[in-house]
């Protein structure tokens, strides 16, 4: 009696309000909405959003089995979005590191090391389920990840082969999604350690890199350096080539000016050799004196002394002539040389002046040049000029 008691007490037991299984639903689409999956997995968020509003219906309704059933399939279809989110971000995220790290081999001149694909689908749909969690737990790849996920994959499968037949389509939905979770979120961890290697790779050659450009900037620098070094030591190598081309210039111009002066000496030594031999000659010839000469810019300039006129006239004394004739013979001696004869009358300097072809006379006497040195050689000028009144109109 008392058996029997028990068993329908039990049998009329009912289960508690879904509480537990609405806030899991609740959580699980929140999951998905912060992870994007309306992005990537707008479908099945949208039918996880769905049954969890029909789910609160139901529960609001006292329907606590329809409510349990709607929150069941409202988080698995969340968790399937979620999943699904997952796998699109880490394939994106996979490809870009690839990518970096082929762009980093071609820029350091590596070779490119092949990388193995990393799969991030789910299995076909359908299918034999409990065969495709075998699968995963057989992959050595696949195998220590999604636990918790493969787990409920396992319980769905599990509870699908146990269902009645009016409960068997959601329980066979409920396997399906559950499936593809595990097989998605074992992938996604794999990837993620993958991701995690590639991302060690990536960062051991952006080291290289940023070794091989800073060797490149030290060559760089250095080939400045010397560069500039050489510039430089050129640079003072063309001033002290110019300093040695101006010294070099100064001991030529000082060369040529010292030759030209000492040309211009040795000129005007031979020509006073000449005409010391001249006046010499012209003594002889005539047997008489020159009259005293210096040189200066004019040439050779000849000085009448004071007794060569007769006191108080224009008229030569004898020594006056026999100096004139001497001149004469020594200017006839001196071919093609003009001769200027200049005379005047002049209280302190009396007496003609000439000069290597130019005479002057006294002022204050008139002075005319014998024919002799008028009769010269060819080519001979002789001009005379006066200064000063002559005698005539001077009262004396």
């Not at 009696?1 to 028990?6: E, F, Q, T």
């Not at 980093?104 to 001149?109: A, G, N, S």
């Not at 430089?232 to 190598?237: D, G, I, L, S």
């Not at 050689?377 to 001077?394: L, N, V």
């Amino acid at each position: 009696m008392a058996l029997v008691l028990c068993s329908a007490l039990s049998g009329c037991a009912s289960l508690p309000p879904p509480t537990g299984e609405m806030a899991a639903a609740q959580q699980a689409v929140s999951r998905a909405d912060n992870a994007d999956a309306d992005q990537y997995a707008p479908q099945q968020l949208q039918a996880a959003r769905n049954e969890l509003a029909q789910a609160q219906a139901a529960m609001a309704a006292g329907d606590d089995d329809e409510a349990r059933r709607l929150a069941a399939l409202a988080s698995a279809d969340a968790d399937l979005a979620l999943a699904r989110s997952r796998a699109a971000q880490t394939r994106s995220e996979a490809d870009q590191r690839l990518d970096e790290i082929d762009r980093l081999r071609q820029r350091l001149r590596m070779e490119a090391e092949p990388h193995r694909p990393i799969a991030l689908e789910a299995g076909a749909a359908g299918g034999d389920y409990a065969a495709r969690l075998a699968a995963i737990g057989a992959d050595p790849q696949l195998a220590s990840h999604a636990a918790y996920e493969r787990l409920q994959a396992q319980q769905a499968v599990d509870a699908l082969a146990v269902a009645r037949s009016r409960q068997r389509a959601d329980a066979d939905a409920l396997a399906a999604r559950r499936v593809e979770i595990a097989e998605l979120s074992a992938r996604v961890e794999a990837s993620r350690r993958a991701i995690d290697q590639l991302d060690r790779e990536r960062s051991e050659l952006l080291v290289e890199a940023s070794r091989r450009d800073a060797e490149a900037a030290r060559a760089e620098a250095e080939r400045l350096r010397v560069e500039a070094q050489i510039q430089a030591e050129e640079a003072q190598r063309l001033r002290e080539q110019a300093a040695m081309d101006a010294a070099a210039m100064q001991d030529v111009e000082a060369a040529i000016a010292g030759a030209s002066d000492a040309q211009t000496s040795k000129l005007r030594a031979a020509r006073e050799r000449e005409a010391k031999l001249a006046r010499e000659e012209a003594e002889l010839v005539a047997g008489g004196k020159l009259p005293p000469s210096r040189w200066d810019n004019r040439g050779e300039v000849f000085t009448l002394s004071a007794d060569a006129f007769a006191a108080g006239t224009a008229t030569l004394s004898q020594r006056g002539q026999a100096s004139l004739r001497t001149l004469a013979a020594y200017l006839a001696a001196g071919a093609g040389s003009a001769v200027r004869i200049e005379g005047g009358r002049q209280q302190r300097q009396p007496g003609p002046e000439a000069r290597g072809g130019r005479a002057r006379r006294p002022r204050g006497g008139r002075c005319a040049a014998p024919a002799g040195p008028r009769r010269g050689r060819r080519g001979r000028q002789i001009q005379a000029a006066g200064r000063g009144r002559p005698f005539g109109e001077i009262g004396s």
